[in-house]
Structures are given as C-alpha cells and as structure tokens.
C-alpha cells in the first residue's frame, strides 16, 4: 500500500524559505505515469494545487506560486521536497503531499495527511 508522508519544521519566520520533505513508501516516486504533488490549504479556505515533480524528474508549477516554488526529488530516498521562498503569514496553512496517475484534487489517489505550517516572527 502506498503511503506518504510529510516532514518538516512546523514554523518558518517571515522572509525565509519553508522547506518540506514528502517521503513516499509502498512504490517507487519514479514508477511510470506517476505524478507527485504538493498542495495546501490555508485557514478557512480550499486546497491550492501548487506544483508537481513527474515519475521522469519535470516540475510544472501553479502560475501564481511559481516565482517562489523549487520542487525536487532524491530518488535514493524515494523522498521529493517542496522550498516556497520568501514567505508571508500568508503562507500558513496545511501543506499535504499527493500522487497518482492524475494531477486534480479530486482525482489524485494517495495524499500524506498533512503538515501545518505557520508563518510568524
């Protein structure tokens, strides 16, 4: 059964980067046609899609978020990772990761159960 799971420091100051890893058990993050995402949701409001790293290593990314978004992976850990620089207090929400064989909110199969992160001095 695949599993994911995120980690990573729960409080980030204003202006620096939040940094979290997604570590993905159960199958291999380069399995063909697979799709890993990051994804987050701020208090009281839905989930923002915010990007992707493909089974092949490509990133797309949300075009509101892109300016300040890196994913990456390390495929000897079966781990991808989310940077968002310079971040507000805007920036708190829970931050989920998700995959599958799609790239919608509906349609992705398997998410993490989420981390919150706040953003404050």
């Known amino acids: 059964q695949v599993q994911l799971q995120e980690s990573g420091p729960g409080l980030v100051k204003p202006s620096q980067t939040l940094s979290l890893t997604c570590t993905v058990s159960g199958d291999s993050i380069t399995t063909n046609y697979y799709y890993w995402s990051w994804i987050r949701q701020p208090p009281g409001k839905g989930l923002e899609w915010m990007g992707v790293?493909?089974?092949?290593?490509?990133?797309y990314y949300s075009p509101s978020l892109k300016s300040r978004t890196s994913i990456s992976r390390d495929t000897s850990k079966n781990q991808f990772t989310l940077q968002l620089s310079s971040v507000t207090p805007e920036d708190t929400a829970v931050y989920y990761c998700?995959?599958?064989?799609?790239?919608?909110?509906?349609?992705?199969?398997?998410w993490g159960k989420g981390t919150l992160v706040t953003v404050s001095s």
């Open positions: 998700g995959g599958g064989v799609v790239v919608t909110d509906d349609g992705m199969a398997y």
């Open positions: 790293i493909t089974y092949s290593g490509s990133t």
